[in-house]
Structure formats: structure tokens, C-alpha cells
């Protein structure tokens, strides 16, 4: 293949506005070439390079934006993550329709530590992974573009960037964090075009009062003036939900540097925004002077909030309990790189849950994200990285201040946001020699005051630390009952206890992993191991699966079962805590880690509500029929395709709905209606028990709310044949679409019967042209992976010819499929 030493690029180009300038802005999305490893120096990027000659190399590969180093080895069973410096090249055509303006490149995020190059020319660097920030080309492309080197490029402009995430004890997040710190370009790349006078920041401050009556926007902004401009005129035009003009105003403004306030708007009775009806105001700006004119757009809300002392919270004057859940920017298969629909159909999947509150873990994230939760009513709590490891030097601290003055600066203008996280865990010391409560205080209160500086309007909280929990306005302390301490029954006195101690209180992180499509009969029969009345707080080393005191989260089962169980009495708890704020379970969807090799899907936290591709878990029905509006009915198990026990042996069925009835039938035998009560556990009451055939059972209910009614079904493999240890695996491979097979394992002991309990760690392998689709943190998407219930699967993209799969697994007798796939004629 022919390979050039740099790629001519077309662009892909969406047009939108951003926060922090204006005018014009191109996305830049492909093609992009990239590197995983450093270069020599920034010269070995553009120099000349004629294909097959020592000058071509290293090889780069073709990328699409966002990218991120780590899309496959996150979750890479059998290595560690990369962690390092990766390269970046494309070649730019910048046109700026300013005289006099300048030409940026916006960055949403990049990993961790940036250099921005034009040709040989360094021009920006950032460290933080998390917080936007643009670097200023204008003069280097000038430069450029009058250089002898210039004609060999053909009016374009060679752009490098040199991402790097290898590891550094003098920046954060920690190392040490219970997530992957990610690597790459893997939020968006903009190219703005700014005229010579532009927006700097645009802030609006919408504040009403408790009953609405009265509305005041307080619009601020500060310049860049590149021109030194020392007038203009400032045009505004404020918009209700329904977009209609509510105000127009034409002022002129004189320049000066830093922020300044540009206007002062009272209104009458504002439309105020909340879960259940997020109404939007618009501001747009436009700032002119003899030559150019920059235009801005933003949105706003009026809301009233307030965290009432050992009470609940307040929304618009009225009690709401904070029914939220976590997030992390991660999914299969792309990791960090999660592009805006992939964002938009999470964010969705949140709302359709119920949830009206998430905890942003453990970082700013994306403005798709925060735009989101402005539109759909999500309540946010967002954070800075300042996550576990204890406290490092001046530029450790500069790192941190930098990264709370920006993520409060760009996202002041989102309604959602009520919370400025300051730190989390940040009682784990391991990072330095050195670890003083006095100093992390000190810093603490620093950071506390400097937040209350930057926005007076919201409130400031940290997570697990109980000797900072003074100086932030809510504290969250560390409660896991049921899973890394006590038993989930102790959950409520826990809670009330904890509640008395800070004068507002939340409680983030909360749940259970779970394995998905892992059921148990019994999910409960080590509960009588693990000892009460000690506490349900998190300690160091309870997230280890050896050592230590019994606990569910070593000597459980994993099972959705078992999940299923601690979901729904903690949430039937916390309906009867008047004085509660909320709650955020942790987390909505199973994300990687390097903490965790020897889980069930290795490197994954599989606490998730959804996996690591948005599929739901059991439980995510579980939230649905306490918290959400629309009426469903869910029979637990869909995720379980076969149960068992003896022969005409009562089994329980239970229904997750938020209908006020429901009726179920068993093989077509109505089994009867049962109330819903959400006091009644489990399942709120809607349960039956009744013996199921050998064989196939088919399970329908219908739940019933006045005249609507809503219908689920399911059949399931209902086993009575006993079974022994395993002694082999039976593997089998199915087409599903074009060239895509499903290979099934199954664990089977001396007389073939499956072995419904068998949790084995199996190995998928392949010999021949086929690709196993793997490293997606998924049950379905990992060559190493244990049994579900003696079960597991994955994917195969065959190729032409012959191919085998195996899967093995230490002390088993191994299992093969042969898949013979061609392209005219398929067969396996």
C-alpha cells in the first residue's frame, strides 16, 4: 500500500456555536492519522517521506475523531492499558473570513497532557484531561505559510498533537482512581475562526425566587480583544421556551479586560425549569464594531433550590427527592470517545429510568452531556479529578485550581447544575510519601472558598472524606450496605444515622455488581456470614475479592439476583425518609477499570444499571417501576433463559411495575392480580409462586393502571435434572447476520447435564481467518470471561475459508466449532 508522509485531508464539517468565542467553527472529524507511541521529535511527523523508504516510518493509521489510545486495551484481559504519549497528524486549510481575527484550535477534552504543533513550530500544550481550552494559531500559520517549506505542502497547513497519559504523581485524577485514565484527542477538535474582537466567556445568571414570582438575568462577559477595540455595540435578544421574544436590548459597551457585566434583566413570573418540565430560555448576543460582528448563543433556566439543614431538598419551593445515578465517559468499544449520539441515547436511557439527578464521576464531562441534562430535567452534580492519592505540589494544586476555575466558568450557564464537586476519596492516601489531613483541609477549604468566588448561586460537595466534611455546603459519606460492609437491611438506619451528623447531606454511590444473565435461586445464602451493627462505609482493600471480613462483594454471587434484591430495598427505603435529599446509585453503566483484573468480565466495574454497551440489566427495570412516569411492567428474568429445581417445586415469579395491579399467567393459567405496594418486599408486592413444567414455560403479565395496560412475556427452560461438578465445555456456533456467528459454550458434567451453577473462567480462541469481537468490557465481549449460570457467548466476524473456535477453561475438557463461511455461499 502506497503511504505518504502526510495525508491530504477533506473535511468533516458540522457548524455550530461555541461557548468561549464566535463566529464561525468547523468540526474536524476525519481523517486524521495516528500514532501510538512518541516520535523522535516533531520532525519525524511532516518530513518528507516517499513510500517503502526508512523516512515512512513508523506507520500511522487512519483515525476518525473522537479517538481514544485506549478503545481496546482497557478492557484487554491479558495486559495492562496503555499509558503513554500518542501522536496525531492531519494537514488543515484555513480560511479565516476575518482581516484582522484569529484562528484557534478548540479542543473538548483531550488526554492528558497536550502539545499542539504547526509544522516544527510548538504553539500550545494543556495538561488536564477533562476541561476545554483552545490554542491560538494565527501567527504560527502566518508564519508558516511564508516559510520556503510551505510548497511542498500545497497551501496547507501540517497540524500535529502529541496526546500523553503515562502516568504522573504530580497530576490528577490519581493513577490510583477506580477508572482508566484515558488517553487521545477523544472529544471533539474544532478549527474557530474569531474576528478580532469576540467573546472570551459569556456568562448568564438566571435567579428567581421560591414561588417564581420574579425572574433576574445578570448577563457577563469578557474579550478577546485582539485589535485593542475599545468600543462596540452589544445587541441582546432574550427568548422564552416558546421562543418568542420576551426582551430586545441595544446598548453600547466600552472594552476592558477581564469580566465585566453587560446587562441586568428582571422578569415577571418566568417559566421555571425543573425535572418535569425543563423550560429553556435563549440569550443571543452580537457585538459589533465598524468591521465584524461576533454573534453568541446560550441557554438558561429559572430554578430555585435549596438543601434544607438534616431536611430534604427543594426545588421551586417544592420537596424533591433526588432520584439519580453516575455516570463515566466510557463505552464498548470506543472507550473514552463516546460521540455525541452515543451521549444522547445514554442520557435518554437515564431519563427513561427515572432518574432526575446524576453525579458527572469523577471529571468535567462533555458539553453534550450538560446539554442534555438541560433539556431532558437531569440535576447534576459535576465534578473536578481531584480523586484519591492524596495531595501533590504547587503543580498538582495549580492543576486543580486551573480545572475548577475552568469547569465552572464553561458550564455556569447549565440550569441542571446545582453541585461543584471539589474532590472524592480523598482520604486514600498511596501516592506520596507524605499524606496530612492538615495540608488536604487546607487545600480543601482553598478550593471551597474559590468555588463560592466563581458562583454564589450553587453549592459546593465532596464524596468520602469524612475530616473535610465541614467545609463543603453538602457532604456524601461513604454507605455501601449490603455490599462492601453489612447487610443492604441496615441501609436506612445507616442513612438516618449519617443524616444527623453534616446539616446537609446526600448519598452518592450506593449498588451492587452484577454479572449480567447470572441468576440465582438462592442469591442470599452467605448473608449469614457477614456481621451487622459494624457499619456499611467502604474501607480500604473491601473492593479486593480475597481478605478481609465477609462481605457481599467477596463472597456473594454476583448474580442480578442478588443486585436485584439490594436495588429494590434500598429503594423502597428511601421512600420513607422524609428528611432525605436523595440518592445516586453508582453507577449507570459497567465502565472499565485497571483496579479490577480478576472480576467476571475482567477490568470492569460491572456495578452498572446497563453493561458497558447500554444493555440493560435486570435491575434497570427495577428503577423504572419506582421512579418512572410512563406505565411498564417487567417480568424479572430476561436475562435468564433457563431455571431449575425439583419437579413440581414452587417457584417464585416476580413482576416489576409501576401499575397500580397486575395479573400473571403461567402457561396460559391466570395465577391472579396482586396490588402494587411499594412497602411490600420484594417487587412492591407483585409476585406469585407456583410449580413451572420440565421443559419450556411461558410467563405473560399485564399490568393495569385505570384503562391502560401494558403486556410482557417471557419463556423460560425450567430444568429439573441435578447436576454434578463440570467436567467439559459443548460449544456451538449459530449465524446471525451476514458474516456474524455467535459462539455458545456451554459447561456440562459427566452425564452432559448443564451445570446451572458454574461460574468458570472460559477463554475464547480462534485459528484461521475469523475475528473474535472482543475487548468490549461486555458478558458477549471478552475472550476471558466466566460462566452465566454454566453459560457464555461471543461474537465471531468470520472470514473467508475455514476457521475454529475454542473455548477452554482450566480443569475442563475444552470445546471447538468449526465455521466453513464463504462469501457466495454461507456455511457453519
Known amino acids: 500500500m502506497k503511504r505518504s508522509g502526510f495525508l491530504i485531508i477533506v473535511f468533516s ?29 516533531i520532525w519525524e511527523a511532516v518530513r518528507p517521506a516517499a513510500a517503502g523508504s526508512p523516512e515512512s516510518v513508523p506507520i500511522w493509521q487512519q483515525v476518525t475523531l473522537p479517538h481514544c489510545f485506549n478503545a481496546c486495551d482497557a478492557v484487554d484481559p491479558d495486559e495492562n492499558y496503555y499509558q503513554g504519549p500518542g501522536w496525531y497528524r492531519t494537514m488543515l486549510d484555513f480560511r479565516n473570513p476575518y482581516a484582522n ?59 500535529s498533537i502529541r496526546c500523553d497519559n503515562s502516568r504522573d504523581l504530580e497530576m490528577i485524577p490519581s493513577s490510583m482512581s477506580d477508572f482508566n485514565v484515558y488517553g487521545g484527542l477523544y472529544r471533539y477538535v474544532n478549527i474557530v475562526y474569531a474576528p478580532a474582537l469576540s467573546f472570551e466567556t459569556f456568562h448568564v445568571q438566571a435567579q428567581t425566587d421560591a414561588a417564581g414570582k420574579g425572574g433576574e438575568l445578570t448577563i457577563s462577559a469578557s474579550f478577546s480583544n485582539y485589535g485593542n477595540t475599545t468600543a462596540a455595540k452589544l445587541e441582546l435578544c432574550i427568548l422564552d421556551p416558546q421562543h418568542k421574544t420576551v426582551r430586545e436590548i441595544k446598548l453600547p459597551v466600552s472594552i476592558a479586560k477581564g469580566k465585566q457585566q453587560l446587562a441586568c434583566v428582571s422578569l415577571k413570573k418566568p417559566f421555571l425549569w425543573s425535572p418535569g418540565q425543563p423550560q429553556l430560555y435563549t440569550v443571543q448576543a452580537k457585538l459589533i464594531t465598524d468591521t465584524d460582528t461576533a454573534a453568541y448563543s446560550t441557554h438558561t433556566g429559572f430554578r430555585h433550590f435549596e438543601f434544607i439543614k438534616r431536611g430534604p431538598f427543594l426545588l421551586n419551593g ?22 455525541e449520539d452515543m451521549i444522547r441515547r445514554e442520557m435518554i436511557m437515564i431519563k427513561q429510568m427515572g432518574a432526575n439527578f446524576i ?36 503543580i498538582y494544586k495549580e492543576q486543580a485550581r486551573r480545572m475548577l476555575r475552568n469547569m465552572l466558568s464553561q458550564h455556569y450557564n447549565h440550569p441542571a447544575v446545582i453541585l461543584w464537586g471539589l474532590g472524592n476519596e480523598n482520604d486514600w492516601p498511596g501516592d506520596f510519601p507524605e499524606f496530612s489531613k492538615e495540608k488536604i483541609r487546607s487545600f480543601m477549604s482553598e478550593l471551597n472558598t474559590m468555588a463560592h468566588q466563581l458562583d454564589s448561586t450553587r453549592k459546593t460537595t465532596i464524596r468520602r472524606c469524612d475530616f473535610c466534611k465541614d467545609i463543603v455546603d453538602v457532604y456524601s459519606p461513604s454507605i455501601w450496605a449490603g455490599w462492601y460492609r453489612g447487610r443492604y437491611t441496615e441501609y436506612k438506619q445507616e442513612s438516618l444515622s449519617e443524616i444527623a451528623k453534616v446539616p446537609h447531606f446526600f448519598h452518592a454511590e450506593w449498588g451492587a455488581d452484577s454479572h449480567q444473565g447470572r441468576f440465582a435461586e438462592e442469591p442470599e445464602k452467605f448473608i449469614q456470614q457477614v456481621v451487622t451493627g459494624k457499619g456499611t462505609d467502604e474501607r480500604t482493600g473491601d473492593f479486593a475479592l480475597t481478605g478481609g471480613n465477609a462481605r457481599a462483594s467477596k463472597d456473594g454471587d454476583w448474580s442480578e439476583s442478588y443486585a436485584v434484591n439490594l436495588v429494590d430495598w434500598h429503594l423502597k427505603e428511601q421512600e420513607t425518609m422524609p428528611q432525605l435529599t436523595g440518592t445516586a446509585y453508582w453507577v449507570f453503566k459497567d465502565f472499565s477499570t485497571p483496579l479490577r483484573p480478576e472480576n467476571p468480565v475482567p477490568y470492569v466495574n460491572q456495578k452498572g444499571i446497563v453493561a458497558r454497551d447500554l444493555t440493560p440489566k435486570e435491575i434497570f427495570y427495577v428503577f423504572r417501576s419506582y421512579w418512572a412516569e410512563e406505565l411498564m411492567a417487567h417480568i424479572y428474568g430476561h436475562n435468564t433463559p433457563v431455571r431449575w429445581g425439583r419437579e413440581g417445586e414452587e417457584k417464585e415469579i416476580r413482576v ?20 402494587r405496594n411499594s ?22 403479565v399485564i399490568a393495569r393502571n385505570g384503562k391502560q395496560t401494558v403486556t410482557d412475556t417471557l419463556n423460560w427452560q425450567y430444568q429439573t435434572a441435578q447436576w454434578s461438578k463440570p467436567v467439559k465445555l459443548l460449544v456451538e456456533s449459530g449465524a446471525l447476520t451476514g458474516n456474524i456467528f455467535r459462539i455458545r459454550v456451554k459447561a456440562v458434567d459427566i452425564n452432559g447435564v448443564l451445570c446451572l451453577d458454574a461460574a468458570n473462567l472460559i477463554t475464547f480462541s480462534q485459528a484461521g481467518n475469523s475475528i473474535l469481537r472482543d475487548d468490549l468490557g461486555t458478558v458477549g465481549g471478552s475472550r476471558k470471561v466466566q460462566l452465566a449460570n454454566g453459560m457464555a457467548s461471543i461474537d465471531v466476524e468470520a472470514g473467508e475459508g475455514t476457521s475454529v473456535i475454542a473455548a477452554t477453561s482450566v480443569g475442563l475438557e475444552s470445546g471447538l466449532a468449526i465455521i466453513k463461511y464463504h462469501i457466495d455461499n454461507k456455511t457453519h
Request: hydrophobic share 35%; glycine share 12%.
Open 656 to 675: 416489576y411495575s409501576n401499575g397500580p395491579e397486575a395479573e400473571l399467567w403461567v402457561n396460559g393459567k391466570s395465577l391472579g392480580i396482586r396490588k
Open 13 to 41: 464539517i458540522v457548524l455550530y456555536c461555541l461557548p468561549a468565542t464566535s463566529q464561525q467553527s468547523v468540526r474536524i472529524t476525519q481523517p486524521w492519522e495516528f500514532l501510538r507511541s512518541d516520535l523522535g521529535g
Open 101 to 159: 481575527g484569529h484562528t484557534l484550535l478548540h479542543f473538548e477534552g483531550a488526554g492528558q497532557k497536550t502539545a499542539v504543533y504547526i509544522y516544527t513550530t510548538k504553539v500550545a500544550s494543556h495538561t488536564g484531561g477533562y476541561d476545554e481550552w483552545t490554542a491560538d494559531l494565527t501567527t504560527a500559520i502566518a508564519d508558516f505559510l511564508k516559510s520556503p517549506e510551505a510548497k511542498r505542502f500545497k497551501g496547507k497547513v501540517p497540524v
Open 359 to 394: 453525579r458527572l464521576g469523577h471529571y468535567q464531562q462533555s458539553r453534550t452531556v450538560l446539554d442534555m441534562c438541560d433539556s431532558l430535567g437531569i440535576l447534576v452534580w459535576e465534578e473536578i479529578p481531584w480523586c484519591r492519592g492524596g495531595l501533590g505540589g504547587d
Open 679 to 700: 412497602q411490600d418486599f420484594p417487587a412492591a408486592g407483585l409476585r406469585w409462586k407456583t410449580s413451572l413444567n420440565n421443559g419450556v414455560n411461558q410467563i405473560k
Open 318 to 339: 417544592k420537596r424533591l427527592l433526588l432520584r439519580g445515578t453516575h455516570r463515566h465517559e466510557d463505552h464498548a468499544g470506543v472507550a473514552a470517545a463516546t460521540t
